[in-house]
């Protein structure tokens, strides 16, 4: 059942959960996606740069630790500890999509993930409608992409005024929600007209339903060295990226005690696939490029369903400094 409450209800509630240590959302005074001990401290998520990824997967994140002097006998993991009923607050929906994408990565199979599991099976994910999308987002062009999308969403809030809608998407969503009042007609009928308006307002015309023809592109090295050539390797489209999950794992020694760690890697970094013998596979830009935005839009498509990597947030095109756009290059495999 839709429920509402105003924005004062809301802050007093979530004062109670950042109490507990219950509460995840953008800080004001960091800007970082983090626990919240004080609700003065929350910002609004559609100024962060950054999608939450790094509660779910940290961008430096200690898998196990153990001492030299007993490296077998004193292994001990380090995955996340989430109380009962923590809220991850003011996700785009778009990055919500993006994170439900990496955990069926991260559960392939008899594969499962405990890190990224141990805060994904623990945490309610609170997504905001999207009520001013930005000129770079795409999210509709996609198959169930929307500024109100629900994949990987629990609850999807909307503001409307000085209250806010809340939509239940999963039972747990339900359950979390049920002190909530009801949403009347009325609200219901202003939140619907709320979503047609921005959803008219996102770009749908970008081809995203071109995995095979990306494919066809692959030794088009015209295409892909004038993209290479552009490209400074900063890494700076995959850092931003909802949906990147590569990473690179390596230990750490401190006097007589090491960890075992992984932080976020990127295809662009010229030592990404750089092997023991010093070969490097994907020697020049041109390489990396391509591999980027084929593993967005064809080699995931390709291996789950059709499915594409990139959601559409337009992060990568904001963020570029030297204005390489992915939609650009959707547009350009199609002709």
């Given amino acids: 059942m839709t429920k509402k409450a105003t924005e004062q209800e809301l ?3 979530f004062s109670s959960l950042a109490r507990d240590g219950k509460l995840f959302a953008v800080s004001k005074s960091s800007g970082k996606w983090q626990r919240i001990d004080d609700v003065s401290d929350i910002a609004n998520a ?3 740069t950054f999608s939450p990824k790094n509660i779910f997967m940290p961008q430096d994140q200690s898998l196990l630790k153990f001492s030299l002097t007993d490296p ?3 292994i001990e993991g380090e995955t996340s500890i989430i109380p009962t009923g923590t809220v991850l607050w003011g996700m785009h929906p778009c990055d919500a999509r993006a994170i439900d994408l990496i955990h069926r990565v991260f ?3 008899e594969y499962r993930d405990p890190y990224f599991n141990a805060v994904w099976n623990g945490i309610i994910r609170i997504a905001v409608g999207c009520t001013e999308p930005q000129a770079t987002c795409f999210c509709t062009s996609f198959a169930g992409g929307s500024p109100f999308g629900t994949q990987g969403v629990d609850i999807l809030a909307t503001k409307l ?3 806010w809608i809340f939509e239940p998407i999963t039972q747990t969503g339900d359950d979390f929600m049920k002190s909530f009042e009801p949403a009347s ?6 939140l619907t007209l709320i979503k047609k308006h921005a959803t008219e307002k996102v770009d749908c015309n970008v081809p995203t339903d071109i995995a ?5 592109r692959f030794d088009d090295n015209r295409l892909w060295q004038e993209i290479g050539d552009r490209c400074l390797g900063c890494g700076i489209c995959t850092f931003v990226c909802p949906s990147c999950y590569c990473f690179d794992i390596n230990n750490e020694h401190i006097d007589k005690n090491a960890r075992r760690y992984r932080t976020w890697d990127a295809c662009q970094f010229s030592l990404f696939t750089q092997e023991a013998s010093g070969h490097n596979p994907r020697p020049t830009q041109k390489e990396r490029i391509r591999q980027r935005m084929m593993h967005k839009l064809s080699f995931f498509a390709k291996r789950y369903d059709g499915t594409q990597l990139c959601v559409g947030c337009g992060r990568c095109v904001r963020e570029c400094p030297v204005n390489i756009d992915i939609r650009d290059i959707a547009q350009r495999a199609t002709t």
């Avoid at 007609?185 to 202003?190: C, E, F, K, L």
């Fill in 185 to 190: 007609d009325n609200d219901i009928a202003q």
């Fill in 46 to 48: 559609f100024d962060s």
């Fill in 11 to 13: 802050l007093d509630f």
């Fill in 212 to 216: 095979a023809t990306l494919w066809s």
């Fill in 161 to 163: 005024d000085s209250r």
């Fill in 72 to 74: 077998i006998g004193t």
């Fill in 107 to 109: 559960n392939e199979n």
